[in-house]
Each structure stands twice: as structure tokens, then as C-alpha cells.
């Protein structure tokens, strides 16, 4: 088979990942695309270290199986805790979503007050801080992990009651920090876009990952000529570990197109 026609991978701990999913399609709709959402073990964000790196592993080599061309690691968590480790033993280009995110963050400010919110293992590997300091490092940063936000998102519970308070509760003391910039270090949190947006108001800027990493995963396939040229339309497949017809529900309404096929798989197999 031609590389060129061979799918890009895409993982993440559940449903989040596809806000990076919508924008590869909308930036490069001729790519075929193969997605794992890790479903069954969601959340990965306040597990140790040797526990996201297995399942990393794990979800990793599923789409090896796919016979990818490319992976995109859409999970922070994941970016945050083992991403240098799969690019070494990974034979194809791996992409994270932390170095994309801090450069969108470190171009969106204007004072220098950034806020990042994400889990609490990507919060306290201060991944973000490191890559936002590496491009500006006089800005001011104040993190905060929002462990409550992946499971109502996982849910579908992304503009109720529930979400506004929750959101209320993790960002005001942002707020009151005088931020202007708060990146949405989970792929989970633009689903909550609304709601978020919300509470912090419209002067903050709301920075998420996706575009840039998007953006990224296009610059590689045309350095490396991998870009997919067939007129054919793209495919994408869909897989989890569990509960499937959540996925559908809440991805559809998301992606806004039909979200199938979608299979159920064991990655411990």
C-alpha cells in the first residue's frame, strides 16, 4: 500500500480527543483517520505515572495494528507524562498536544498572565509552564487542575447546572489573578467551550490545543511527503473500550456528522 494512503492515528483517554480530530478533518480532509478513545479507563489524569504510560503503550500499539503513518497523541495527560518515550520507540512521527498549545497560548496573551487549567497529572508535571517559558519567559502563570471537568464531558453534561457551577468553583480564583489567556490543557475542555467561556467572560481568551496540533501534523506529512493525495473521499474509523453508544451520542453532537462505524476494543489483548 501506498504510505500516502495509510490513516493517521489518533489517541486520547476518551471522547476528548476528537476536538483534535474535527480540526485534522477540517485542515486536511483528504487524511484517512483511525481514532481510540480509552473509554473504559477514563479518566487518566489523576493516575500515576506507570499506569497512563502502560495504557499509553497499550493504545499506541492498537493503532500500530491500524497501520498508521502518523500518531497524534490527543491526550494532555498522556502528552504530559511519556510523549519523548513513544517518539523513540515509535517507527513513525508522533505528534503531542502540549508544545502546540503553549505556542498558541504564548501568541494570545497580551499582559503575560496566562492560566492553565488541566488534569492533576498534567498540572503537576508543569509541562505547560516549561513549554509557554521556553517562548516567553516573563510570563506570569497560574495552573490549576480541574479533575471534575473529563467526567462531565465524558457524560455529555457540558452546559447544565452542574458544568456552570463546577466551572464557577475551579475558575474564579483564576479570574481574580487578572488572567487574559487561559489555555484548555485537556483535550476534553473545549467541549466545554461554552460554559467556560461563561464564567471567565469574554475578555480572556480561551486557547485549546487543537488547531495548532493540526497545524503541526500537516507541516510533517509535507516534510516527510506523507499528505494523502487520492481524489477518493477520506474514511475515518472509530474506536473505544467501552460504551460505544455514549461516544456516538455526545461525539456526534460534537463533530456534527455521523460517527461510524465504531467498534469495541480490548487494549490489554
Not at 63 to 89: F, G, H, P, Y
Not at 119 to 131: F, G, H, L, Q
Not at 160 to 173: C, I, Q, S
Request: proline content about 6%.
Amino acid at each position: 500500500m501506498d504510505v500516502r494512503e495509510k490513516p493517521i492515528g489518533i489517541f486520547d483517554s476518551g471522547i476528548g480527543g476528537l476536538t483534535v480530530a474535527k480540526e485534522i478533518m477540517e485542515l486536511l480532509p483528504k487524511e484517512n483517520l483511525v481514532y481510540f478513545g480509552d473509554t473504559a479507563r477514563v479518566p487518566y489524569g489523576s493516575k500515576s505515572k506507570e499506569t497512563i504510560t502502560r495504557f499509553a503503550y497499550q493504545g499506541v500499539d492498537f493503532l500500530m495494528k491500524q497501520d498508521v503513518k502518523m500518531i497524534v497523541i490527543a491526550c494532555n495527560t498522556v502528552s504530559a507524562t511519556c510523549l519523548e518515550e513513544l517518539r523513540q520507540k515509535l517507527p513513525v512521527p508522533v505528534v503531542g498536544v502540549i508544545v502546540p498549545g503553549a505556542r498558541a497560548a504564548a501568541k494570545a496573551t497580551r499582559k503575560g498572565v496566562i492560566g492553565i487549567i488541566g488534569t492533576e497529572r498534567t498540572v503537576s508535571s508543569m509541562a505547560y509552564e516549561k513549554a509557554v517559558r521556553e517562548l516567553n519567559g516573563s510570563a506570569k502563570i497560574i495552573s490549576k487542575a480541574c479533575p471534575l471537568f473529563v467526567p462531565l464531558v465524558e457524560e455529555g453534561w457540558l452546559d447544565n447546572e452542574v458544568a456552570y457551577f463546577t466551572a464557577r468553583t475551579y475558575l474564579e480564583p483564576l479570574k481574580k489573578e487578572g488572567i487574559d489567556t487561559l489555555v484548555l490543557g485537556c483535550t476534553h475542555y473545549p467541549l466545554l467551550k461554552p460554559t467556560i467561556k461563561k464564567v471567565m467572560g469574554e475578555e480572556v481568551v480561551l486557547v485549546d490545543s487543537a488547531l495548532e496540533t493540526a497545524k503541526e501534523v500537516a507541516g510533517i506529512l509535507r516534510e516527510k511527503s506523507l499528505a494523502r493525495e487520492s481524489g477518493k473521499p477520506a474514511t475515518y474509523r472509530f474506536f473505544v473500550s467501552d460504551n460505544p453508544e455514549k461516544f456516538v451520542k455526545v461525539g456526534e453532537r460534537f463533530l456534527q456528522r455521523p460517527i461510524d462505524p465504531i467498534d469495541v476494543v480490548d487494549p490489554e489483548i
